[in-house]
């Protein structure tokens, strides 16, 4: 895998009101750990990144304009000069801007991770590849949350995560983590082509 400035990062969703109830357990510890590799990396290399947050419209939400919760976690906000994409649904390219974004830069490939690899990464990842983008998911940059099952139960967040990057990667997706994308990327901005 080969990366360079026709590949955009998209970080999705890295938002305080995940922690709030009523989201349950959570999975992946790491993920903003590894998220704030994969954005200090772009970062260094000059390379495109457009930061996406749900601006719920639920009433109620943790994810609403106006709450605490729709700020980003530390480290994950947008900086100067980065751009911004809000959107009230799962994915980012409905109601959006996205797909013009990444038109006008020359994009061909994304690179996505963010809350929840079930939800709106899976997605973003889908509808991206169906716009035609190369997609790749960086699996251990996203986390899953217990889903209760309908009927009493409760699959386990590290299930749900399995089952949905294995979803990903037979269809639309490249999975891959952290490391190896990083190891993907041109060594200095100068490098960039």
């Known amino acids: 895998m080969n990366l360079d400035a026709r590949t955009a990062l998209i970080p999705i969703d890295v938002q305080l009101g995940f922690d709030d109830p ?16 994969l954005l200090a990396a772009w970062r260094e290399r000059s390379l495109p990144l457009i930061h996406v947050r749900h601006d719920s419209v639920q009433p109620g939400s943790s994810l609403a304009p106006g709450h605490p919760g729709n700020g980003f976690r530390a480290g994950f906000a947008p900086q100067p000069a980065e751009a911004l994409v809000t959107k009230s649904v799962n994915a980012a390219f409905i109601g959006t801007d996205l797909d013009l974004r990444l038109r006008r830069l020359g994009i061909e490939c994304i690179v996505l991770f963010g809350i929840s690899t079930d939800m709106c990464v899976s997605t973003t990842a889908r509808v991206g590849a169906n716009l035609g983008y190369r997609v790749t998911v960086v699996g251990d940059a996203c986390c899953c949350f217990d889903l209760a099952d309908g009927v009493g139960g409760t699959i386990a967040a ?9 979803t990903l990667r037979a269809e639309f997706a490249e999975v891959i ?13 100068s490098s960039v082509a």
Request: proline content about 11%; charged content about 25%.
């Open 158 to 166: 590290d299930d749900v995560q399995r089952a949905h990057l294995a």
């Open 22 to 37: 009523p989201w349950p357990r959570r999975n992946n510890p790491a993920m903003e750990a590894n998220g704030l590799r």
């Open 177 to 189: 983590d952290t490391e190896a994308v990083i190891a993907a990327l041109p060594h200095s901005a």
